[in-house]
Structure formats: C-alpha cells, structure tokens
C-alpha cells in the first residue's frame, strides 16, 4: 500500500492523467478517497435566519410585485454554504411567501413537491387538486407533485409561510416539469374540509383505493397537533436526544406524509436540553413557538418564533428550550430511508 514511487514514474503518471483529459477520462485512483468519502461532509453550512430581520424585506417585496405579476410572491433562503444554487441544503429548497387579502397565486403545477408550513395571518386557502383548504399558524400543508394548485386570500391581514420544496432533488434527476393553468384559478370541486374528515380522524372510507405516495390528508391542522403535543409530557419524559419528537403520518399506510420530504414536529419542555445527536439529512427547523437555541459544534444560533435554522447532516447538535419550544422540521430523511442511505448517531 505505502510505496515511494519514484520521481521518474510520478512524472510519467503526471503526463498520463494529462494525457487522459481530453478523453474525457481519468484515473480513478487520483479522485478516490474524494469520490468515496469515510464519512459525509455536507456542502451546505450551519445558518439561522431571524424571522424578524426577514419580514421587513417580505413586506417590501409587495410594494415592488403583486403576487399574480410575480406567480409566487416568495424570498428565497439560500444556504450561504451554496451560493447561486436557490437551495436550503444541497436537497432542498425554503422560501417565506407573502400573501395580502385579496391576491391570488395563480394556478399551476410540478413535479416538485411542495409543503407549506403557516406562520402568520389567517384567512387564506391553498387550493389543491380540486380542494381548497384554509390555513392557520403552525398548519402544515402538502401540495403533491403534478397536482395544480392556487393560492388565495379572504382575511383582512397579511399571510406568510414557508414554502419548502424538493427542487435540488428533482433536478438532480432532471425531472422537473411545470404547466401553468389556462385560467388564474383551477376548479374546486370539493368542499373544504372534505379530506380530512374522509382521512384524518382515524376512519377510512371502507373500499378507498389510494396511492400511498402523499397522505390523502393535506392539512394537518395546527389546534390537533399542539394538543396532541402538548399531552406527551403527562405520560412521560422526553427521548433525552431528541425531545418529544413526532413525524407527521399518511393514514392510509403509516409512513411519511410526502414522498420525498420528511416532515416532523417536536416539543422541548422549559429548560430541557437535549444530549448531543447526528443524523444523515441536513435539516430545516422552524421555531414554531417559544424559544430556544441550537448548538452545532461551537456554532450558537437562536431560536424565537418563526426563525428558521440549518443543521448540516452528520454535524452533531443539541436544541435547548428556554421556553417551551415547540420545532417543525423538515429534511430528505425519507428519501435517504427509502435508499438505505440514512444513518443517525446518539452521543
Ligand atoms: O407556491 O407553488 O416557494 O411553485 C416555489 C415554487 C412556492 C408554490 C415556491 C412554487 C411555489
């Protein structure tokens, strides 16, 4: 293995790497240990984006665009770690979108799959393959690839989410496609409300035939899931790395909600910090409610309401609650699982 070549055959190895390029080859042997790393090292960097410092700039923007001029009225995050690239992490994409009463996104579709997680506002609806659902703080909502969807407003104040999106995946398969819908707003042929009383409530229709791609259910609304939160700590003590840690399911099969993101939510207890954990998937987290921070290494990045964190995968990190934090996160866990890529490390 250790041999000293000697300086004759080291420039004659020099000359044949050379002398390969314009083959468009090379020696396997030079980009080896680059190629097949002993362990991940993400491209993208730990990163915090305060909520407060964003939303003048989200405000602005609808002095500049309305939201049907610009078909989505989204800020884009971009992680600093991989400039010129519109993503989050290397596999995933957030925006914050701005909505004011009476706009409409108009209706279009993609191979992309989309999520929206709601963080301020009320009155506005996501249309989504014929059905319109109306979204509250802390409402997490899907939007499946290839279904068209519109978004509107009925309230009387601002709304604004975070749109995250597997856009880095999808082009790295080359598979994005998209259609504009010949009109601003696509039929709704059911009524709000449908899917989830058909889904989500622990029935199911007898004789329903579904994919199990997406859940069926597409709102999982906030008031359910901070109860059902929040019952957790009277049956006992939090998973010492991860909190009370709970994923957003399909009914129909009991996996992941979409295809490609996963999607989870957790509670930190006042005071309580979790021991130090990796996982594979660089994830997006989303102060939902009270406060807290994030360590990654040395790195400190602080969590109030709606600022939104990057923890790079295999980085080793706690979450500390100063006041009972309440965390949506968001990552490629499920797409990593269904490879048998994803690896997770308790210290
Ligand atoms: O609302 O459909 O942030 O298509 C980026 C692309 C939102 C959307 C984004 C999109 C959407």
Same mark, same amino acid.
């Given at each position: 293995m250790t041999t000293n070549p000697a300086p004759d055959l080291l420039t004659r190895r020099d000359a044949f790497y050379r002398e390969l390029e314009p083959h468009a080859m090379a020696a396997l042997w030079t980009r080896l240990r680059k190629l097949i790393p002993s362990e991940p090292t993400p491209a993208g960097v730990a990163h915090r984006w305060s909520y407060a410092a964003a939303r003048p700039y989200l405000m602005e923007s609808a002095m500049l665009i309305s939201a049907e001029e610009a078909e989505r009225r989204v800020l884009l995050m971009e992680n600093p770690g991989l =400039?010129?690239? &519109?993503?989050? /992490?290397s596999t995933m994409y957030a925006g914050l979108q701005l909505l004011l009463p009476g706009e409409v996104a108009p209706a279009h579709r993609h191979t992309q799959s989309a999520l929206r997680f709601i963080l301020e506002g009320s009155g506005a609806y996501t249309a989504v393959d014929g059905e319109k659902t109306y979204m509250e703080p802390g409402d997490f909502v899907i939007t499946p690839a290839w279904t068209w969807h519109h978004h509107g407003h009925e309230g009387n104040a601002p709304m604004v989410w975070l749109d995250g999106l597997d856009i880095p995946i999808v082009s790295f398969f080359n598979g994005g496609f998209r259609e504009e819908f010949d009109s601003v707003v696509s039929p709704v042929t059911r009524p709000a409300g449908d899917a989830l009383a058909r889904y989500g409530t622990g029935l199911m229709p007898v004789g329903y035939q579904a &994919? /199990?791609?997406? &859940? =069926?259910?597409f709102n999982y609304p906030y008031a359910r899931t901070r109860e059902a939160l929040f019952a957790l700590p009277h049956a006992g003590a939090p998973d010492p790395h991860t909190g009370y840690l709970m994923r957003y399911t399909n009914p129909v099969d009991g996996g992941w909600a979409m295809p490609t993101i996963a999607t989870m939510i957790r509670l930190l207890p006042t005071g309580f910090a979790t021991l130090p954990y990796r996982s594979t998937d660089s994830t997006v987290f989303v102060c939902v409610e009270g406060s807290g921070h994030v360590m990654i290494g040395d790195q400190r990045l602080e969590l109030a309401p709606h600022d939104i964190a990057i923890v790079p995968g295999w980085s080793r990190y706690t979450l500390h609650a100063s006041q009972d934090l309440v965390l949506f996160s968001y990552s490629d866990r499920v797409a990593q699982e269904k490879l048998g890529l994803f690896r997770e490390q308790r210290f």
């Open positions: =400039p010129g690239t &519109s993503c989050i /992490t &994919s /199990t791609l997406n &859940s =069926p259910v």
